[in-house]
């Protein structure tokens, strides 16, 4: 009897842990900044070309993931470092309903003290209802709530929570490409998964393609003081372009709403000029609000070149990447301003030696 006791209560112990166990492509990792340093002047210097070289954009956006710093930097710390490189508007980044929380309140609140605008930025791939594991693991899981279930709580806090009156907006990351045998959950009402070697119009991607921009136009409506933001990779125009996909293009999520919601499209090129070549179509395109799509610029975590984000080398080709791409960007018709981070990354490189 004791052993059958022990057995039961090992089994209930490693059904638990593994209701427990997060998809690592879905945690922040916190990060370090340097710990050897550049000289305070040298520093004085950097921060002076970032504030330069953003000055003029109406959206001087910066990418924040708000588990990132905790460790490293206080919030009063971070939002200093942000007014002294120019930003004005906060692009936070959750990945659970567990970090509507505390912390996130007093983002809010320390933002507004400062005009800072904050959007609340969710992506697809982290917000769905998943199937991945047997049945009773399934059972016992707490349930993953949806982008538009957020929505709707972060509408309501909206109404009711003093701190969230201050929330400019809702950033929705359109990310359907991570849904690949790579990642271990899916979708569990997806008959389709993304795969390299499904493009083709009616083919597992292309139906991706428009369940994602057919689930954008059904989401929940925001309050007239609150903005709808869809951040689409760039490549997905691409796509369209090669005849990969028959929708999906830029001008395609413009249109999933009315009145047209902002667009951030996420810069993947390695290269600078790689980069500007494929934002061309999307910052010309007539049938996109004039001035309503700004570009993200991702810093990838290392120097890996085969990482499709911005090379992270040192300061000085982190602002010639930049300044390429604020000239090429730059009077374009559709192009509104640019976004910069992860935050810790522009702060590191402005740090290092």
Known sequence: MKKLILSLGALCGLLLTGCAVKNPEKVVTPLTLPIRTAPDKVQEARTGQLRDLMRDFPTRGVWLYIGAYDKVLSLETVLDYIEDFHFNHIYCVITSESEVDEDLEALLLAAARRNLKVDIVMDIFSFFPRKSGNRILRFLRKKTPSIPEMIERLVQLHKENPAYRNLAGITVVCNIHRFNRDNIDHPADSFFIWSEHTFGPGLDNDMMMKIVLKGIHELPALPDDMKLTL?????????????????????DFAATRVPQPDIIVISHGNKATEAAKRLSDELADPRIRPGSVSVLLAIANHTSVGNDQMRRRNWKDFINFSGYLKKQCDGQRNFGGMIIGPFVLVKSLQLEP
Request: aromatic share 14%; charged share 25%; proline share 5%.
């Open 231 to 251: 951040a689409v990779p760039d490549f997905f125009n691409e796509y369209v372009k090669e005849g990969k996909l028959s929708c999906g293009s830029v001008s």
